[in-house]
Structure formats: structure tokens, C-alpha cells
């Protein structure tokens, strides 16, 4: 996010062009700040879960997740720990939930963990309170649900995306 334009790029660096409508709601969501935040965007269904088939089909509306703070304003916050970050994200994020929404550190994952898979949702990230961002080193992992129902047959959606 800079200068009233925001841009969504993957963490290997690929820049999405779609989301039009939701790049620009997280530019109104987040002005006037200059901010490098990581997070996921998500599609939810009419009962507020995630539909990942609904978002790679892009009907929208979506919502970008915001779980990190890498750069704020000039201020490079990657050497920080993570608690300090979502510290400075909960400062940007709007308090009722709009484009952009802020997810709450918890402590331990277990129980939120158990809670997703009776949800049927994909998973948590989870990341170390004092852990640094650096790319050298790994301070968070994605923890998937094995059982998750949309999940089933994913990798042919990818590899029917490749095809065209």
C-alpha cells in the first residue's frame, strides 16, 4: 500500500492484477498509510466460512486477512517480533471488519486448531510471538487440515488452470 494504491503480490513475488474491487477497498480501508502487510485473501460464504473454490472462480466479495506488518511508514519492522508487529497492524486496521481485517494473535493454537477442523476450514499459520520476519529462516508454518472438505481434488483445479 503506497500512495493510495494498493498492490497484492505473492510471497514469490508475482503480482495478482485481478481483486480491482478488493485492492481498492483496501486502499480506502488503509489510507493514508505506506504499509507492507501479509496476510490472505479469503472468499467467504453465506455462512461466513472461507470458499476456496468461490475465490479461484473470483465472484467476489473478497477480504484480505491481514496477520503481519513488515513495513510501515518508512519503517522497516521485519527485525521485530511479531507481537510488536500486530501491535502496529491492530493500529491500521479498521475496528469493524471491512476489506481489510485484522486476525488476532493467539497463544496457543491447539484449541483454535480443533475449532477449524470441526468448521471444516483449511487451517491456521501460525508464527512465533518473539519471531523475527527474515526469509533466512522460517519463524511460521502453515498447519492444514487433513480432513478439510475443499481440499478434494485441489491439485486438479491447479492443474486444469495450468492447461489453458
Known sequence: ????????????????RLFATLRAAMAR??????AILDGEIVRLGEDGRPQFYELMKRP???????????????????QRPLVERKTELRKLVPLEPQAVRYVEHVASGTELFRA??????????AKQAAGLYTLEATTW????????????????????????
Open 141 to 164: 508454518v502453515k498447519v492444514k487440515n487433513r480432513a478439510y472438505s475443499q481440499a478434494v481434488a485441489r491439485s486438479d483445479f491447479f492443474d486444469r488452470r495450468r492447461a489453458r
Open 29 to 34: 480501508d488503509l489510507a493514508p498509510f505506506a
Open 116 to 125: 477449524i477442523c470441526e468448521l471444516d476450514m483449511e487451517g491456521i499459520v
Open 60 to 78: 467476489g466479495p473478497f477480504s484480505f486477512y491481514a496477520f503481519d506488518l513488515l513495513w510501515l511508514d518508512g519503517s522497516d519492522l521485519r
Open 1 to 16: 500500500m503506497e500512495s493510495g494504491v494498493c498492490r497484492l503480490v505473492s510471497r514469490h513475488g508475482n503480482e495478482f
